[in-house]
Antibody, heavy 116, light 108 residues
Framework: QVQLQESGPGLVKPSGTLSLTCAVS?????????WGWVRQPPGKGLEWIGE???????SYNPSLKSRVTISVDKSKNQFSLNLSSVTAADTAVYYC?????????WGQGTLVTVSS | EIVLTQSPGTLSLSPGERATLSCRAS???????LAWHQQKPGQAPRLLIY???SRATGIPDRFSGSGSGTDFTLTISRLEPEDFAVYYC?????????FGGGTKVEIK
């Protein structure tokens, strides 16, 4: 079974860029899966951010598309999320995920707080 | 964008009882690409059901999914203490992928 582990700063300043990485173990990022990100503001529901295939093909949530970039690093078997121009509304637990028939595997999640 | 509406918002039941959770889509979900996830406090979600009715690996058979088109149901036949959690439906038939608002199953 694939394991996913998020890493990155837990605190980001307003107007800055949120950057997270997801390390994939127990499987290759070049396999037939989509690799994506989902977030959950404290006490609220789940929001899909976007995903990437190992070929580099991406799909983003239109509500965030102008600020989001997801990339893949095959040499390190990991993928990354960049979210620019963040505000307090971007404070959330960010999960990385593997999708094939829907989201099949989730990372444990990492809390990112946007505050000065 | 497909909007998923889950009902009820909260379900108060006792262990051993049957739970029936509803997920209604604003438009037809392509090829029944509908999943259910369970989330316990402080934990990541976990996939229970995909393709509307297929159980994920290791999921007990007391969990079952049904439905097609715009109406889907998750049924827990007999609630175990570990089943009290929040349940989300998710469609992956069209982009953007979307989630329902969740149903909390709490102990009565």
């Amino acid at each position: 079974q694939v394991q996913l582990q998020e890493s990155g700063p837990g605190l980001v300043k307003p107007s800055g860029t949120l950057s997270l990485t997801c390390a994939v173990s127990g499987g290759s990022i070049s396999s037939s899966n989509w690799w994506g990100w989902v977030r959950q503001p404290p006490g609220k529901g789940l929001e899909w951010i976007g995903e990437i295939y190992h070929s580099g093909s991406t799909s983003y949530n239109p509500s965030l598309k102008s600020r989001v970039t997801i990339s893949v690093d095959k040499s390190k078997n990991q993928f990354s999320l960049n979210l620019s121009s963040v505000t307090a509304a971007d404070t959330a637990v960010y999960y990385c995920a593997r999708s094939r028939a829907g989201i099949e595997d989730w990372g444990q999640g990492t809390l990112v707080t946007v505050s000065s | 964008e497909i909007v998923l509406t889950q009902s009820p918002g909260t379900l108060s039941l006792s262990p051993g009882e049957r739970a029936t959770l509803s997920c209604r889509a604003s438009q037809s979900v392509s090829s029944s690409y509908l999943a259910w996830h369970q989330q316990k406090p402080g934990q990541a979600p976990r996939l229970l059901i995909y393709g509307a009715s297929s159980r994920a690996t290791g999921i007990p058979d007391r969990f079952s999914g049904s439905g097609s088109g715009t109406d889907f149901t998750l049924t827990i036949s007999r609630l175990e203490p570990e089943d009290f959690a929040v349940y989300y439906c998710q469609q992956y038939g069209s982009s953007p992928l979307t989630f329902g608002g969740g149903t909390k199953v709490e102990i009565k």
